[in-house]
């Protein structure tokens, strides 16, 4: 059950529930002289950190990235939809940022805006076997892996339009149950970070444990081409899409801590993702590897991985659907909700 406090424009409510573990304070907030809402400095808390339910870090509620996706329709003035369709074309073309260039997916695969739907009050991003979409007819040559052409797979991807710097990030979701990454990642000036890119199956020999993996990376893209400047891939203790977790990332100037279903998983300072950068790559004495302290935008994205193996068939897409499921040829990354909390500091 969710129940989320909804901040109204100029508003101020005072209200106390402690249902299904969720806790909703006080709150109040403002526009700003754009029309964006602003967080109450007095302490609005909704739905508090799962690893923090008494709130011992202070955090602040941050309504403007997170979504609780309970609404009828994506909200598009917090989130963009990539790919999405106009005159019978998918049109890659930021709204904040039109003359930026748009990544349209990782080929074979490439990204639509028609591949997510609001369902029970999740958003689920779907990766479908779709020969006769209109694919992208040049070759993609990636920065890491070979050159391949878009054909047969379309995913989803949706980018938060608002950016944040520091503050603690929850999401509660399920992997779909496919040999393609469902992934929550972020990028900001020079720097990418990967919260997660999990894969629900494999098929390859060998690789029997990606399934209950999780890779987390900060990446330098304005000295090291996106390369790693730390990178983790760990054993989480369970299959990543049989079921929701709850992934949290605590992030800030000194560090990061990585909390799964409530419990410290990881945790790396600043210091030590320098060291690891210099052990592993070919940097100055006087480099910093610490790259996360620009502010991000949300990603929510799927992803095929051809170093790791991926569907070439509609069957082998569909190899874990369940029955009933087996021929529609989409299979499901759901995500229950997005969450942003900061300190009174990272306003």
């Not at 309504?63 to 999405?84: M, P, Q």
């Not at 070439?312 to 909700?337: A, H, R, T, W």
Request: proline share 5%; glycine share 8%; hydrophobic share 35%.
């Amino acid at each position: 059950m969710k129940i989320i406090n909804r901040l109204k424009s100029n508003s101020t409510c005072i209200v106390v529930l402690v249902v299904a573990g969720l806790s909703i304070a006080g709150c109040n907030s403002t526009l700003d002289s754009s029309g964006d809402k602003k967080l109450s400095k007095v302490g609005s808390i909704a739905a508090l950190p799962f690893s923090d339910p008494e709130n011992k870090g202070q955090w602040i509620y941050n309504n403007v990235v997170s979504d609780e996706f309970d609404a009828e329709t994506l909200d598009e003035d917090r989130w963009y939809i990539v790919g999405k369709f106009e005159d019978g074309k998918p049109v890659y073309k930021h709204p904040d940022k039109p003359n930026k260039k748009v990544w349209t997916g990782r080929a074979p695969s490439q990204f639509s805006g028609r591949n997510y739907r609001l369902e029970d009050g999740k958003l689920v991003l779907e990766t479908r076997w779709e020969p006769d979409f209109p694919f992208i007819k040049e070759i993609h040559k990636p920065v890491f892996g070979e050159p391949m052409a878009y054909a047969n797979i379309t995913t989803a991807c949706i980018i938060s339009r608002k950016e944040f710097k520091y503050g603690y990030i929850e999401i509660k979701s399920k992997a779909a149950d496919a040999e393609v990454t469902s992934a929550f990642w972020s990028m900001g000036k020079g720097l990418e970070f990967d919260f997660f890119e999990l894969l629900g199956y494999h098929s390859e020999p060998g690789k029997e444990h990606l399934d209950r993996q999780i890779w987390w990376s900060i990446r330098d893209w304005k000295n090291l081409r996106g390369k790693p400047t730390y990178t983790e891939k760990k054993d989480l203790g369970f299959r990543v899409a049989d079921a929701f977790h709850i992934y949290g990332i605590e992030w800030d100037e000194t560090g990061v801590k990585y909390f799964v279903d409530g419990k410290l998983f990881s945790q790396v300072t600043a210091e030590e993702v320098t060291a690891w950068a210099k052990e592993n790559r070919d940097v100055p004495e006087d480099y910093n590897g610490y790259v996360a302290t620009n502010p991000i935008n949300l990603w929510l994205d799927q992803e095929v991985f051809p170093w790791v193996g991926y569907p070439k068939s509609k069957e082998e897409l569909e190899i874990n659907s369940p029955e009933g499921k087996k021929d529609d040829g989409v299979v499901d990354y759901e995500i229950e909700y997005v969450r942003v909390w900061q300190k009174a500091e990272q306003q």
